[in-house]
């Protein structure tokens, strides 16, 4: 079972570029984030054209989530419980057979000492009493999607300097730490250990990718279970290369489920 995550920045905008790598690569699943566009006017017969099924949750213009798949989904939730006020289209969840996917885009935080900050500390703890209410840690789980942390100093280009940005920061290691700890495995570190593995390269500047200035900040993470399963992962450079391409290019992983 081949799964991918992939931070679009606009589904619409991208669709030539995941329509080529849907044809390219046949994922079983294709979780999208930032897709930007509310539901009625989510460009859904683009996938159904391309043999695909896709479930998706979203708003104008913001966040914005969708799971693209080659089975029906099953089980779909969207949003994230606990809420007590208007909460962005972040979280869907899905069930394919045995497996369950929950991808998400967790904000970005904007700046430490605002309320964006506080906001994304308290998602991570929210997603973890989700994970706690609805599943235990011996299920097939993956959470994955732009995750909005870069978890060590091997997963950005200059840590010294990056240090106390809100992907790059204590606080957000800790929390996004606590989920981890549920019951959850960094399945791409599993395959690849070493530096200068980035999936966010920004195209406010020159020549990223070539250059190896980029950030680690999306994520497939799997329950134990399902992690001793993952026989590959790796992060497809192309469709960052791409014309008109997403800051963001497509992580992979693949299980023998």
């Not at 680690?216 to 590959?232: F, Q």
Request: hydrophobic share 35%; proline share 6%.
């Amino acid at each position: 079972m081949k799964v991918a995550t992939f931070n679009v920045n606009g589904v619409r905008a991208r669709m030539p570029i995941v329509l080529d790598w849907l044809a390219a690569n046949s994922p079983v699943i294709l979780c999208l984030q930032e897709t930007k566009v509310r539901d009625s006017e989510f460009p859904e017969m683009d996938f159904t054209g391309a043999g695909y099924h896709v479930v998706y949750s979203g708003e104008k213009g913001y966040s914005g989530v969708a799971v693209v798949s080659a089975d029906k989904a099953e089980d779909v939730q969207t949003g994230l419980p606990g809420a007590k006020t208007r909460d962005e289209s972040r979280l869907i969840c899905a069930t394919f057979g045995k497996v369950t996917i929950v991808n998400t885009y967790v904000p970005q935080g904007r700046e430490p000492d605002s309320e964006w900050f506080a906001y994304k500390l308290k998602w991570y703890a929210r997603v973890r009493k989700f994970f706690e209410k609805n599943f235990t840690p011996r299920d097939n789980l993956i959470w994955c999607g732009d995750l909005n942390v870069a978890p060590t100093d091997i997963d950005v280009y200059d840590p010294k300097r990056l240090l106390g940005h809100v992907d790059f920061h204590p606080e957000v290691h800790k929390a996004y730490r606590k989920v981890l700890d549920w019951g959850l495995v960094d399945v791409f570190r599993m395959h690849h250990p070493e530096p200068e593995q980035y999936t966010y390269y920004d195209y406010r500047q020159r020549n990223t990718v070539e250059r190896k200035i980029g950030w680690r900040v999306d994520h497939i993470l799997a329950t134990k279970p399902l992690a001793k399963k993952c026989t590959d992962s790796y992060i497809d450079l192309k469709p960052r290369r791409q014309q008109r391409p997403s800051d963001h290019t497509p992580l992979v992983a693949v299980f023998e489920v």
